[in-house]
């Protein structure tokens, strides 16, 4: 009973003892006014346009056969799922890392499809996991 009359006492409203009737700390500290600091902040440098301009021209000139190995790879993934191929399959084959490894191409979908028969051919759990999707 002793235990229920002290959880009891914590929700009860509170008496007027001598803890209560001078205020606390943490009160007398939440009523004074705040201060005011400058908040230091870095300032990003903005590049110059003729240098964004270079570095387009560059990045244009790269050719597109050594697109990113993740970006083909989530293009085969797209695909695959679109035809119907469930994710799980694609993980426990680990058909997509194995197409990236694989596929030498050019990064756009025509090709990538062409592609995913001979894959497909040279790869049999993959072509287990794959038949009749695509």
């Not at 229920?4 to 409203?13: E, H, L, Q, V």
């Amino acid at each position: 009973m002793n235990l229920w009359n002290t959880i009891k006492g914590w929700f009860s409203a509170p008496s007027a003892d001598e803890c209560c009737a001078e205020p606390h700390e943490h009160v007398e500290a939440a009523t004074t006014e705040p201060t005011m600091e400058a908040t230091p902040v870095e300032v990003e440098e903005t590049p110059e346009p003729e240098a964004v301009a270079a570095v387009a021209t560059v990045e244009a000139k790269q050719p597109q056969a050594a697109a990113n190995p993740a970006m083909i790879g989530e293009m085969f993934a797209h695909m695959c799922r679109e035809a119907g191929v469930k994710q799980r399959y694609l993980d426990s084959t680990n058909a997509v890392t194995l197409f990236q490894e694989w596929y030498t191409g050019e990064a756009n979908e025509e090709d990538i499809k062409a592609a995913i028969s001979e894959f497909k051919k040279l790869n049999p759990p993959v072509n287990a996991k794959f038949q009749g999707k695509i």
